[in-house]
């Protein structure tokens, strides 16, 4: 099965902090994914790529950058963290369509980011 | 823009009870659809799929049926155990080109003994 490993389940950071998030995954997925959970507004997409060093915005980007220098490792970097960006972090990957079907992604575990 | 729209919680049942968590999405191409599920303390995992109109994602003892006509997806399950408790997201993404997942805010299921 594929693994998406992030390297903290839970952080605290104070403001203004650069914070690095990072996503490591084992089954040489092209597509990896940030996003952001937080209650009522389930899951948004911060950032997303689809090869190394390439990079999409997502739909909530402010704030964000990312880094893919290696295939299998995705960072979220938070250049200045603020409290309102205190959540639940969730990264993700996803290999090419086999004979032309969605399988899905799989998912980290998630790192809760808490910023005072 | 593609969305997605799922049912409100909490849900509390009681053990062996039916469930049905309702989705429903809008997509302006030709979607595929999933059920992800999120146990407590952990990542969500996928739990059921359907890719086109009419066919039928289970695991689990779950179902949801792709219906194009009413673009709906609902999650059923004849009788939920404890274990069940989690909470469950709705998700769409536009084949061919589109990678992005579109979630629904999720619906929260609670299983009393």
């Known amino acids: 099965d594929v693994k998406v490993t992030q390297s903290s389940r839970y952080l605290v950071k104070r403001t203004g902090e650069k914070v690095f998030l990072e996503c490591v995954q084992d089954?040489?997925?092209?597509?990896m994914f940030w996003y952001r959970q937080d209650p009522g507004l389930g899951l948004r997409l911060i950032y997303f790529s689809y090869d190394v060093k390439m990079k999409e915005k997502g739909d909530i980007p402010e704030g964000y950058s990312v880094s893919r220098e290696k295939k299998e490792r995705f960072s979220l970097i938070l250049e200045s963290a603020s409290t309102n960006q205190t959540s639940m972090y969730l990264c993700?990957?996803?290999?090419?369509?086999?004979?032309?079907?969605?399988?899905?992604?799989?998912f980290g575990s998630g790192t809760r980011l808490t910023v005072v | 823009g593609d969305s997605v729209t799922q049912m409100e919680g909490p849900v509390t049942l009681s053990e062996e009870a039916f469930l049905t968590i309702n989705c429903t999405y809008t997509a302006t191409g030709y979607p595929s659809l999933f059920w992800y599920v999120q146990y407590p303390g952990e990542g969500l995992q996928l739990l059921l799929k359907a890719t086109k109109a009419d066919d039928k994602g289970s695991n689990k003892g779950f179902e949801a049926t792709y219906r194009k006509e009413t673009t709906s997806f609902h999650l059923e399950k004849g009788s939920v155990q404890v274990s069940d408790s989690a909470v469950y997201f709705c998700a769409l993404s536009v084949d061919f080109g589109n990678e992005k997942l579109t979630f629904g805010t999720g619906t929260r299921l609670t299983i009393i003994p």
């Open positions: 089954m040489d997925h092209e597509n």
């Open positions: 993700a990957s996803r290999g090419g369509d086999l004979g032309g079907v969605n399988y899905g992604y799989t």
